[in-house]
């Protein structure tokens, strides 16, 4: 059976990475983003417009999928008294409601294979607690708490899973590490000495999402750099 996966936010960062992979192995992908430029000559995609504020999500074509990959976010970081509720909505309509959307189009489809699997990203923020980041580390939150509920409810065939990044060299992050200034000081505080790349977050999604992967369901997977778990002296 040809793999088919939908993609949203597959246009830059680490949602194009992760759509140059299952495309370069010839996998069927559906992307759902504002625009189509960087994917447009790619062969196995479709691109369907979407804007994650609106109510109505595009149609899918395929008669079935293997995965879904929701990858949008948002990086709204400002000290707790300057954060509006405007703010906490954005951030959790962006990161939670897009997703809740994305994933009931994609559920009939996903239920038409014996095994298919849904990723989601929160951030490493969620775990650590980190200043500013009130109202992106609540959206996060209750992403990771969506991924264990729907994991439960929707087991054994659909096997749903998170991924927790920190500072990833994305057209998002830009406001973080668009300097070289910026960059250096972010790669200090990670144990490898570096910011991730969009590639080794698709990879890890990519592993997600494939039968090597057969066996994990609800985990929120932290790829960060060691920042989560490490402390250097």
């Not at 409601?97 to 923020?125: E, M, N, R, Y």
């Not at 609540?138 to 264990?148: C, M, R």
Request: proline residues 4%; glycine residues 8%.
């Amino acid at each position: 059976m040809q793999k088919k996966y939908l993609v949203v936010g597959g246009s830059s960062g680490i949602g194009l990475a992760l759509v140059k992979k299952l495309s370069d192995e010839g996998s069927d992908v559906s992307v759902w983003s504002r625009t189509h430029e960087t994917i447009k000559h790619l062969p196995h995609v479709l691109h369907s417009q979407w804007d994650i504020v609106s109510d109505q999500v595009p149609e899918l074509e395929s008669e079935y999928l293997h995965g879904l990959v929701y990858c949008p976010g948002s990086i709204n970081l400002k000290p707790f008294h300057r954060l509006t509720i405007a703010d906490f909505q954005e951030d959790f309509e962006i990161n939670v409601l897009g997703a809740v959307k994305a994933i009931q189009a994609a559920l009939p489809k996903l239920k038409q294979v014996d095994h298919s699997g849904i990723v989601l990203f929160s951030t490493v923020a969620v775990g650590q607690g980190m200043s500013f980041h009130a109202s992106i580390a609540s959206a996060k939150g209750a992403v990771e708490g969506l991924t264990k509920s729907l994991a439960a409810e929707l087991a054994p065939n659909i096997r749903v899973n998170c991924i927790a990044p920190s500072v990833v060299d994305t057209p998002l992050a830009q406001r973080l590490v668009g300097t070289d200034a910026k960059k250096e000081a972010s790669e200090r505080r990670h144990p490898l000495a570096r910011i991730g790349q969009p590639i080794d977050i698709a990879e890890a999604a990519h592993y997600l999402l494939s039968d090597r992967a057969g066996w994990i369901t609800g985990q929120v997977l932290g790829i960060d750099g060691g920042l989560s778990s490490i402390k250097m002296l």
